[in-house]
């Protein structure tokens, strides 16, 4: 299997124009892309009142997740690193306003003034470092503090991500959590590998009571019509409210270490009467990591 | 790009605490016909900076805003009309945007401004 393209280029190199024109002829790409901005958008929970909202889509690329929120009738704006895909959403005549910009410098907004944000398959690229200059965690502060500020105060941000492992995972939801954001994961189809989606969905006000502020994820009896899901499927939902506890390291007991207490137990040994080997330069030297 | 969003867009330069509203230096400005919502409209009005918007449809070349606005004006109709035009109706294609504080110029090149910041600016 060809490694993840977080692995393999920036962004900005990885989506060249021989990448992009893929999101144009690849029906394959514009169907997969198509049904991860309609649940976004679906998880984002706009109020139904026929109201158009301005929404964000960070890392819009070809603008194929656009289109689902100009089909919708919102007014969106689109960031993304790579002036190949933009060129051609550009090509496609999209609805929404396009920025070439890099979301871990900072989303370049007046606060207060989006109503939502989406996302598709692009934040985990942050979780990189694809320039000797770049932190990934203060990427990840300045694009999470960035977007906190610019969402209204009951908007939502839903952003569609695939991160690497467990630590990528973390990584990003400590970084939004310590932003100021309240929310949870939502997993679709979380048991097959294949279809397997995860939506981080972040709120801006107090985390509400109940759960019910986080939807379920699909997978779960007559929630879904997909046929690799089996019956007794579960959903996953995670909810992150409060900061992550750090584990407690094993406390070492400093009363039991120390050369002075191994040549103090070898003399009592000794006045015991039993048989204690003499005490050399070698007694309670620091030994190798392994021992 | 429209002037809903340069409405929004303020300049992030390290340092920069006045970086709104962005200057414009326009060099070609294109007008396309967008049906009107003023449900839109009247929801998007309070975010805005009004004072800006209508200094920059000026510097696109659309004076007949009126200097200020309150929201009694969005139930007339022909203001509507023309601060839809303004708002989602002109925009810039080919042009720049200037920091006010740091005088950075962002250029705008087929409708889409570069606003990335060299690694010193961020």
Not at chain 1, 22 to 37: D, F, G, M, P
Not at chain 1, 178 to 195: L, T, W
Not at chain 2, 51 to 66: E, H, I, M, N
Request: charged residues 25%; glycine residues 8%.
């Amino acid at each position: 299997m060809s490694a993840r393209p977080e692995l393999r280029a920036p962004p900005e190199i990885f989506y060249d124009e021989g990448e992009a024109r893929k999101y144009t002829s690849s029906s394959r790409i514009i169907e997969i892309q198509a049904k991860l901005s309609d649940r976004a958008l679906e998880l984002l929970a706009l109020p139904d009142d026929g109201i158009p909202r301005l929404l964000l889509d960070i890392g819009c690329g070809s603008g194929l997740s656009g289109e689902t929120l100009s089909e919708s009738g919102h007014h969106w704006i689109g960031l993304d690193i790579s002036q190949a895909m933009l060129n051609v959403a550009v090509e496609r005549e999209v609805e929404g306003d396009l920025l070439l910009g890099d979301m871990g410098q900072g989303l370049a907004l007046r606060p207060g003034v989006i109503d939502g944000a989406i996302s598709i398959s692009a934040v985990q690229w942050l979780c990189n470092a694809d320039k000797s200059s770049h932190n990934p965690r203060l990427r990840l502060k300045a694009f999470f503090g960035s977007l906190y500020r610019c969402l209204s105060r009951d908007a939502k941000a839903v952003l569609q991500v695939y991160p690497e492992n467990l630590d990528q995972r973390q990584l990003i939801l400590t970084s939004a959590m310590r932003a100021g954001f309240a929310g949870g994961v939502v997993v679709d189809y979380p048991h097959s590998s294949k279809s397997r989606k995860e939506y981080l969905v972040l709120t801006c006000g107090p985390p509400s009571l109940s759960a019910s502020s986080v939807p379920n994820g699909i997978g779960e009896d007559g929630g879904s019509s997909d046929e690799d899901v089996s019956d007794d499927e579960e959903t996953q939902v995670i909810s992150a409210g409060d900061r992550q506890r750090p584990r407690k390291r094993q406390k070492l007991n400093w009363k039991v270490r120390g050369r002075e207490w191994i040549l103090n137990k070898k003399e009592q040994m000794r006045r015991k009467g039993n048989v204690v080997p003499a005490d050399t330069k070698y007694t309670g030297r620091k030994r190798k990591a392994r021992f | 790009m429209k002037l809903l969003t340069h409405n929004m867009l303020s300049s992030n330069i390290k340092g920069v605490t006045a970086g709104y509203p962005l200057l414009i230096e326009p060099q070609i400005t294109t007008t396309t016909e967008v049906p009107i919502n003023p449900n839109f409209l009247r929801h998007i009005f309070p975010k805005l900076d009004y004072s800006a918007l209508v200094a920059a449809a000026k510097t696109l070349g659309f004076s007949d805003l009126p200097e200020t606005a309150g929201v009694s004006d969005l139930e007339d109709e022909g203001f509507l009309k023309r601060f839809h035009h303004a708002l989602l109706e002109l925009k810039l294609e080919e042009g720049a945007l200037v920091c006010p504080e740091s005088g950075r110029r962002f250029m705008v090149s087929k409708g889409i401004p570069n606003m990335l910041l060299h690694e010193d600016e961020v």
